[in-house]
């Protein structure tokens, strides 16, 4: 049983600091009108936007191009039931600047599985929520 002060809303800076923490999370987006959670290797731009690399050809560009989807990183330490999660809300676009994607392919999220043509998808950070679990120490 967690008591209410265990919760602490987290600002925008706090989520964006602790979001660059961390190289893995979970885009939430529909496929087949149903709902799909993939994880995924990300990197923060300098404007705040959650980058993808994925391949070109991969379901989840064509899911999400031009469509609001969330993303959502977070950490746990399960000894001491303390951590935080982060959820960015915004539209997602296939980056077809080929500026852009010069700098992305050189500054960009990398991937564990390279693909052989990368495709970077840009989530906007239009909302940005999140929560830190404060660990409560002798409950089981």
């Known amino acids: 049983m967690f008591h209410n002060d265990a919760f602490r809303a987290l600002d925008r800076q706090e989520c964006l600091r602790l979001l660059a923490k961390v190289p893995v999370g979970r885009v939430v987006y529909t496929r087949h009108a149903l709902p799909a959670v993939l994880p995924i290797n990300f990197s923060l731009d300098a404007d705040a936007s959650v980058l993808l690399r994925t391949s070109p050809g991969s379901d989840l560009v064509r899911a999400i ?11 746990f330490d399960a000894a001491t039931r ?3 999660s982060v959820v960015v809300t915004g539209r997602a676009t296939i980056v077809t600047d080929p500026d852009e ?8 999220p990398t991937s564990w599985m390279p693909p052989q043509d ?3 998808v840009r989530i906007e ?6 929560r ?8 089981r």
């Open 65 to 75: 191009d031009g469509v609001v989807v969330a993303f959502e990183a977070d950490e």
């Open 118 to 120: 990368a495709q970077f």
């Open 101 to 108: 994607h010069a700098r992305l392919s050189e500054t960009g």
């Open 132 to 139: 830190e679990l404060r660990g409560t120490p002798g409950v």
């Open 125 to 130: 950070s239009e909302m940005v929520t999140g």
């Open 82 to 84: 303390a951590g935080w």
